[in-house]
């Protein structure tokens, strides 16, 4: 897809995806989360998803207020519960394409049982998880995702907790499809949700995205050029990762700790819960 | 090929059965046309989804076991935007935990049905035992100002055609309807009589017609916004913030959400002509009323009986909607009676409905038994004569 990828201009995007009415957004300056929608669009693009026939659905905070600017059926729901929203959609209709935007509180917070009970029933639904390592809208308190000592309004003396990965949980639930991108580049993040669409099951596109306004303040990630440095350092791609882990040399070894695993996580197939239901309904209708 | 209905009346079977009032809610649900569930197991409602995850399959619905009621309530909502018609069914502890997407179904204008089999609480309480312990709970559990249809059955008969009754609302006027019985009619068996097709009703849900123009949450003449399902084109945007009436976020506007919350308030009290439902037994020369309601209304019929062959001039007011409060009724019969005595399942709820609605007009008697037990006949008789002879 990358020699194949037919970019469109912002503008083209926003015309063609988006309800104008509803600019500006609520996005801060240096927020991550306008450059999702703007991967996910390309995705959807490129996959030539038909509007008409596709509902996006989110729970509550910064990143789930992104179907309220797609020209599209959605569902903005309440805290937590995206997940079990999306498959009342699916199961009843599976016909549609059903796109969640979730956070890293709403998703695997509040919502972390859901999360499971989804990948578990293996719905057709694409998760894309803005990961910002922080609760945005409410001003910036601790995630389970916030890094080891990390500072939030909550943590003000560091975090204590570990953080969760989220990838990892999806991948051992056994998911379909998982991956895990910085939003600092474009192509990577476009083909995994390209690929997350296309694909029939669960899939979880994680999308690290910084929050300059409530972590970054805390945490010295404030200016843009910092910030997208420390995402270009602070991850290693997977396949690295594992050379390291494997072969590499006590120093390397140690350099590892505390970054993130990007990449993709797992790709493969599983019947999914609306295939099995209709086996089931064929099996035993009247 | 067999059309639905047809379907339908295969999968329920016979007639005429000898079943419990769970079943007879999930039986009531399918005649309405539920095709979709969600629900989570727990006693005593479980066999509600049992009977579900029997039928739907059988007549092309989808049953799906969900990971806890919140998740229940949200696939609820999720399927009824698909334009299907929904139910779901808990108790007590559960029925607390879908107060949030319930109050989330109110605000987005989401046709769907929850029937509550009650137990008694708080807490675990007594799981087996039989309650209405969340009479309250049902009106003012959800936050924030709104308004909610419930309807209270007596009977395992009652229980399928009130079930047949909230769906026709819910569709009706796009909001929840709660169907409240408790362990003690959820399990107990009776004669039920499946209705045929022509006896009941089966109202939708107003569709919208035209694209152009279409502004989601713009409320029709009954203020009542027709409704266009996911995947139909009409791009709808959903979200339980204060939104305009192209449902979209005006959270900071104090005059948008005044309209829109009155406005929810307003379709439901409107039309309470549709909605209130109650029966009265010896009404014309009533001196000493019992109003009551649920499965409690079944012994007080025999009691008011007996203190009628004692010479007690006693008469029965059982309320089969319950919210919004049938105030008028109530108070039409404070107007002539002495005293009412109002026996409940729980400590006193809807003694405070009833007590509002009489203002002093004549004294109120609460007579509470909780703990699972059902009001004995001579216990209520004896109430009965108590207040007989009391000076006005």
């Given at each position: 897809m990358a020699t194949g990828l037919r970019i469109k201009t912002a503008a083209e995007l926003r015309t063609s995806y988006l309800r104008q009415e509803m600019f500006p957004t609520i996005f801060c300056d240096g927020c991550g989360i306008g450059n999702v929608l703007n991967y996910t669009l390309w995705a959807i693009d490129e996959v030539g998803l038909d509007l008409d026939r596709t509902v996006f659905v989110s729970g509550i905070g910064c990143s789930s207020r992104l179907p309220g600017y797609i020209n599209a059926d959605g569902l903005h729901t309440t805290h937590g519960r995206a997940l079990a929203f999306a498959s009342g959609v699916k199961a009843a209709n599976p016909d549609l394409t059903v796109i969640v935007f979730t956070g890293d509180g709403d998703g695997a917070g509040i919502g972390g049982n859901h999360l499971l009970h989804t990948i578990r029933r293996n719905m057709d639904i694409t998760v894309i998880l803005v990961n910002n390592f922080i609760y945005g809208m409410t001003g910036g308190q601790s995630a389970p995702t916030t890094p080891d000592g990390g500072f939030t309004t909550t943590t003000p003396y560091?975090?204590?907790?570990?953080?969760?990965?989220?990838?990892?949980?999806?991948?051992?639930?056994?998911a379909p499809y998982v991956a895990r991108w910085p939003v600092v580049s474009p192509v990577q993040p476009v083909k995994s949700i390209a690929e997350g669409i296309r694909k029939r099951g669960f899939a979880l596109i994680?999308?690290?995205?910084?929050?300059?306004?409530?972590?970054?303040?805390?945490?010295?990630?404030?200016?843009?050029?910092?910030?997208?440095?420390?995402?270009?350092?602070?991850?290693?791609?997977?396949?690295?990762?594992?050379?390291?882990?494997?072969?590499?040399?006590?120093?390397?070894?140690?350099?590892?700790?505390?970054?993130?695993?990007?990449?993709?996580?797992?790709?493969?197939?599983?019947?999914?819960?609306?295939?099995?239901?209709?086996?089931l309904v064929a099996r035993v209708k009247l | 090929m067999s059309t639905h209905r047809e379907l339908i009346r295969r999968a329920l079977g016979p007639r005429v059965q000898f079943v419990q009032g769970d079943d007879a809610c999930a039986y009531g649900a399918v005649l309405a046309g539920c095709t979709f569930f969600a629900g989570y197991p727990i006693t005593p409602a479980t066999e509600v989804a049992e009977r579900m995850a029997e039928i739907l399959p059988r007549i092309g619905g989808c049953y799906i076991q969900m990971e806890d009621e919140i998740a229940s309530m949200g696939a609820l909502i999720g399927a009824s935007w698909t334009g299907a018609k929904v139910m779901t069914s808990t108790s007590g502890p559960g029925f607390s935990l879908m107060q949030e997407n319930l109050g989330y179904a109110i605000m987005t204008e989401t046709p769907c049905v929850v029937v509550n089999v009650q137990r008694s609480g708080p807490s675990t309480g007594q799981p087996t035992m039989g309650a209405y312990g969340d009479m309250m709970q049902a009106r003012w559990g959800t936050h924030g100002d709104h308004e909610i249809i419930m309807l209270c059955p007596a009977s395992v008969q009652e229980s399928l055609e009130l079930t047949i009754v909230a769906f026709n609302l819910s569709e009706r006027l796009r909001t929840p309807v709660l169907v409240f019985i408790d362990g003690e009619l959820g399990h107990m068996r009776e004669r039920l009589v499946i209705p045929e097709d022509h006896e009941f009703e089966l109202w939708e849900r107003p569709r919208a017609t035209d694209r152009a123009g279409y502004r989601p949450f713009a409320p029709g003449p009954d203020l009542v916004p027709p409704f266009a399902p996911f995947g139909s084109g009409f791009r709808t945007f959903v979200t339980g913030l204060t939104h305009n009436e192209e449902g979209?976020?005006?959270?900071?506007?104090?005059?948008?959400?005044?309209?829109?919350?009155?406005?929810?308030?307003?379709?439901?009290?409107?039309?309470?002509?549709?909605?209130?439902?109650?029966?009265?037994?010896?009404?014309?020369d009533c001196e000493i009323a019992i109003v009551t309601y649920g499965i409690t209304a079944r012994t007080c019929r025999d009691?008011?009986?007996?203190?009628?062959?004692?010479?007690?001039?006693?008469?029965?007011?059982?309320?089969?909607?319950?919210?919004?409060?049938?105030?008028?009724?109530?108070?039409?019969?404070?107007?002539?009676?002495?005293?009412?005595?109002?026996?409940?399942?729980?400590?006193?709820?809807?003694?405070?409905?009833?007590?509002?609605?009489?203002?002093?007009?004549?004294?109120?008697?609460?007579?509470?038994?909780?703990?699972?037990?059902?009001?004995?006949?001579?216990?209520?008789?004896?109430?009965?004569?108590?207040?007989?002879?009391?000076?006005?």
């Open positions: 560091g975090n204590i907790e570990h953080p969760m990965d989220v990838c990892e949980l999806a991948k051992a639930l056994g994680e999308m690290l995205t910084p929050c300059p306004t409530a972590y970054g303040r805390y945490n010295g990630l404030k200016a843009l050029e910092q910030i997208w440095r420390w995402y270009r350092e602070q991850t290693v791609l997977i396949d690295e990762w594992e050379w390291i882990e494997q072969f590499g040399s006590p120093e390397e070894r140690e350099r590892l700790r505390g970054k993130m695993k990007i990449g993709i996580f797992q790709d493969t197939e599983r019947e999914t819960f609306e295939d099995r239901w209709a086996a | 979209l976020p005006r959270a900071s506007s104090a005059t948008i959400h005044d309209q829109l919350v009155r406005r929810l308030a307003a379709k439901i009290t409107n039309h309470l002509d549709l909605i209130t439902r109650y029966e009265e037994f010896y009404a014309d009691v008011v009986e007996e203190a009628r062959r004692r010479g007690i001039k006693a008469g029965l007011l059982r309320l089969i909607s319950i919210w919004p409060f049938p105030e008028h009724v109530v108070a039409r019969w404070a107007e002539r009676v002495r005293a009412m005595l109002v026996p409940e399942m729980n400590l006193g709820q809807i003694v405070h409905p009833i007590r509002e609605a009489v203002a002093g007009r004549c004294p109120v008697v609460l007579h509470s038994r909780i703990g699972g037990e059902l009001h004995t006949p001579a216990e209520l008789l004896e109430a009965l004569e108590a207040l007989q002879w009391q000076p006005a």
